[in-house]
């Protein structure tokens, strides 16, 4: 556990402390998995993310299926209006294709977006192949209720969570379905 920097008791508390412009402003590359994807779509600017793609940053958007069966579990778990997370996530979605849009044809490729329909159990944000947020879904529990760990790749260490959290990014991102820009 080494590499584990920080440990936060809710999402807010999180964004407080390490707001999205400090995780993701100079960002080469940006992996994310997760329902909605609110810190990069809701809480990150239109502008900055344009800048980030233009100028070769990598982002990589992998959402829970806002048609699929668990994102109406998850809406079940936390006592939502039916289709509540599915229009947030439609939502989001539909905000970055309109992105991908505004993109010239040399960035376009630098934004790419999947969707997965399994069982939402973290949202995961690798920055760089350096920096690992990783937040648990909670039964019963709004998604910011959630704890945060935030993780540093230490090179030299033996694996730890930092690889654990990428890896599973990885999987999932293989596994996931294309969305069309």
Excluded at 2 to 17: I, L, S
Excluded at 130 to 150: F, I, K, N, W
Aim: overall charge negative.
């Amino acid at each position: 556990m080494a590499d584990v920097t920080a440990v936060f008791v809710t999402r807010p508390e999180f964004t407080h402390e390490l707001p999205p412009h400090e995780l993701f402003d100079d960002a080469d590359k940006i992996s994310m998995v997760g329902l909605s994807l609110n810190l990069l779509c809701q809480q990150y600017p239109d502008r900055a993310l344009l800048e980030m793609l233009e100028t070769g940053s990598v982002v990589q958007c992998l959402f829970l299926d806002p048609d699929g069966e668990h994102i109406k579990a998850r809406e079940r778990e936390e006592s939502h209006p039916v289709g509540l997370l599915t229009t947030l996530t439609r939502l989001n979605i539909q905000t970055l294709q309109r992105l991908h849009g505004k993109l010239s044809p040399e960035a376009r490729g630098n934004l790419r977006i999947r969707t997965y329909d399994e069982p939402v159990r973290f949202n995961i944000t690798v920055v760089d192949d350096v920096t690992c947020v990783v937040q648990p879904y909670l039964p019963d529990a709004r998604g910011v209720e959630s704890p945060t760990l935030v993780m540093e790749r230490q090179d030299g260490h033996p694996a730890g969570l930092f690889d654990t959290f990428a890896q599973v990014f990885e999987s999932m991102w293989a596994r996931g379905t294309e969305v069309p820009a």
